[in-house]
């Protein structure tokens, strides 16, 4: 454990309550219940005033076995679809900056947001990069903070429960279980590989370097057919459980109050970019010929980590949910940056143009 870890106490407190929510959550045949489960019961109890926390460790290592995960998922026959997903790519271009463009406006006008906190705001996802970006702006950053953090959550909750009423049918309650497990005498080899090249990556600040290093490799393994199998149940399941801690925890610290106060807000600008995902992906859906699910996580703006994880959980194309969620990633690591730079240099114009107050 290191200086920056929890005490162990708040820290297995919180699992045990996402393990609780898990499994309420499976009783009820929920979808997606080792996501959704612990999401909603840490959360609960973040918002009643837990110290709700992981371990950097414990997390990071979940990363890696997710990451294992998705990539034992990663067919052939899902690599020979690959040359159909530019034009997909195209439009979830079209569909971000339509999300920022229009949602800034949006929270200016209905919630008297300040140009800056609104294109924060308004940014489907990165939120770590976000707010790295925001440290020499004037925005209100525990607002943007509020506001991302309630968008990942319902879109969490919504995706799973949007698939049925779009012609998927009864979602599995259960992840399915498509190989057999791998041996332990090819796991545990496949993992130290896949956390080392993680790492790696996470020192390159590659977003969600550790899941996605876990992933390539995973994945390069399976189509090549040098590894077979998926990672068994009784690692692949608390994985999940921990993904869906995970968001709860982002809830530590916040206070009933400051939700109902952003949640105006958050639920206008989540049911907007909702609305405009579900067209996105519904047209990709029609001119590609490609599953409406699959095409409806790779476009939902949530965390990247998690859509991942949903696609796995849900049965969708894993390898086309994450393309589209790093693509995501990287266009607005482009793209934020010069947005925040023309917002900046306008309001920099009017200010100069405006007329001088009275002394």
Request: charged residues 10%.
């Amino acid at each position: 454990m290191t200086s920056t870890d929890p005490p162990l106490g708040p820290a297995l407190l919180t699992l045990a309550i996402g393990a609780a929510g898990a499994a309420l959550a499976a009783f009820l045949h929920m979808p997606a219940p080792f996501i959704i489960g612990p999401a909603l019961s840490v959360t609960i109890a973040a918002l009643a005033g837990l110290r709700a926390e992981l371990p950097r460790g414990f997390r990071d290592t979940c990363f890696v076995v997710m990451g294992v995960n998705l990539g034992a998922s990663v067919t052939p026959e899902a690599i020979d679809t690959a040359i159909r997903w530019p034009l997909s790519l195209v439009v979830l271009t079209i569909s971000v900056l339509t999300i920022i463009g229009l949602g800034a406006r949006l929270l200016r006008r209905l919630f008297g947001f300040d140009p800056m906190s609104a294109l924060l705001t308004a940014t489907p996802g990165h939120l770590s990069f976000v707010l790295s970006l925001s440290t020499d702006l004037r925005a209100d950053l525990p607002r943007v903070t509020m506001i991302q953090t309630v968008r990942v959550l319902a879109l969490i909750l919504l995706v799973p429960f949007l698939a049925p009423l779009l012609g998927h049918g009864d979602l599995p309650a259960l992840p399915p279980r498509t190989a057999p497990a791998m041996s332990l005498l090819v796991l545990v080899p496949l993992l130290a590989l896949a956390g080392a090249l993680g790492l790696l990556l996470d020192r390159l600040r590659v977003p969600a370097g550790l899941l996605l290093g876990g992933m390539g490799l995973s994945a390069l393994g399976h189509a090549t057919g040098t590894v077979s199998g998926a990672v068994p149940a009784w690692l692949s399941v608390p994985a999940f459980i921990a993904m869906g801690t995970l968001i709860g925890t982002r809830f530590s610290g916040v206070t009933p109050r400051m939700l109902l106060q952003s949640l105006g807000a958050a639920s206008l600008l989540t049911g907007f970019a909702a609305l405009v995902s579900l067209v996105a992906a519904a047209l990709v859906a029609k001119l590609l010929g490609l599953p409406m699910l699959s095409a409806l996580i790779a476009f939902a703006p949530g965390g990247l980590e998690t859509m991942m994880a949903m696609s796995l959980l849900l049965n969708a194309d894993p390898a086309y949910v994450t393309t589209h969620h790093v693509f995501r990633l990287l266009m607005l690591t482009v793209a934020l940056p010069l947005l925040l730079a023309r917002t900046r240099a306008r309001l920099a114009r009017e200010a100069a143009a405006a007329p001088p107050t009275p002394g």
